[in-house]
């Protein structure tokens, strides 16, 4: 969850796999309850990910989140060079 301070709401990147992997299906048109069975999650989990997702990205809709999944630079996560 570091990395945040200072910066814009829309230069969040969320940090998770099953909430990026949840932001891209919600882009793809899938519903909650298909997200959440398509990650083997619980329906509250998939909609905490993206209620939490969207809080960061400073976005109240799931149409613009959807955009921004489409994005490169979102929902995507990097792994540590020093690992």
Do not use: F, W
Request: charged share 20%; with cysteine; hydrophobic share 35%.
């Amino acid at each position: 969850m570091g990395g945040l301070v200072g910066q814009p709401p829309g230069d969040a990147k969320p940090d998770s796999r099953r909430s990026g992997g949840a932001a891209r299906l919600v882009a793809a048109g899938l519903s909650n309850r298909q997200i959440a069975d398509e990650l083997l999650l619980s329906l509250q989990t998939v909609r905490t990910y993206l209620r939490r997702m969207s809080a960061k990205l400073g976005i109240n809709d799931r149409t613009h989140l959807a955009v921004l999944a489409h994005q490169p630079a979102c929902c995507t996560t990097t792994a540590d060079p020093g690992s």
